[in-house]
Nanobody
Framework: QVQLVESGGGLVQPGGSLRLSCAAS????????MGWYRQAPGKQRELVAD???????RYADSVKGRFTISRDNAKNTVYLQMNSLKPEDTAVYYC?????????????????WGQGTQVTVSS
């Protein structure tokens, strides 16, 4: 099993900043892509940003220029720096990782999700 542990959510005023972190642990060989998704009440889960092991990134149009994703491959950790936060950014943010791991004597691909961290932007 690969576990993802998120931290850094909370309550912030509009225009403020937060930094989310997500650390992966387990019998990991490599992580191809790590990313952040979010789900607001009554809405579908959506991609916020993701990053490959080589550093290629993609962002949702709604967060471009405000959010920055980065990762530390040595620590199997991904970060999301969120600036200029808006009330519409309020959601539960989930970390996601997909890669390759050892299970018994086999190498298998995995997809894992974190438990989610609440981000609330409100005055």
């Amino acid at each position: 099993q690969v576990q993802l542990v998120e931290s850094g959510g909370g309550l912030v005023q509009p225009g403020g900043s937060l930094r989310l972190s997500c650390a992966a642990s387990g019998s990991i060989l490599s992580i191809y892509v790590m990313g952040w998704y979010r789900q607001a009440p009554g809405k579908q889960r959506e991609l916020v940003a993701d990053i490959t092991s080589g550093g290629s990134t993609r962002y949702a149009d709604s967060v471009k220029g405000r959010f920055t994703i980065s990762r530390d491959n040595a620590k199997n950790t991904v970060y999301l720096q969120m600036n200029s936060l808006k009330p519409e950014d309020t959601a539960v943010y989930y970390c996601n990782a997909n890669g390759n791991m050892i299970l018994g004597s086999k190498r298998i691909d995995f997809v894992s999700w974190g438990q989610g961290t609440q981000v609330t932007v409100s005055s």
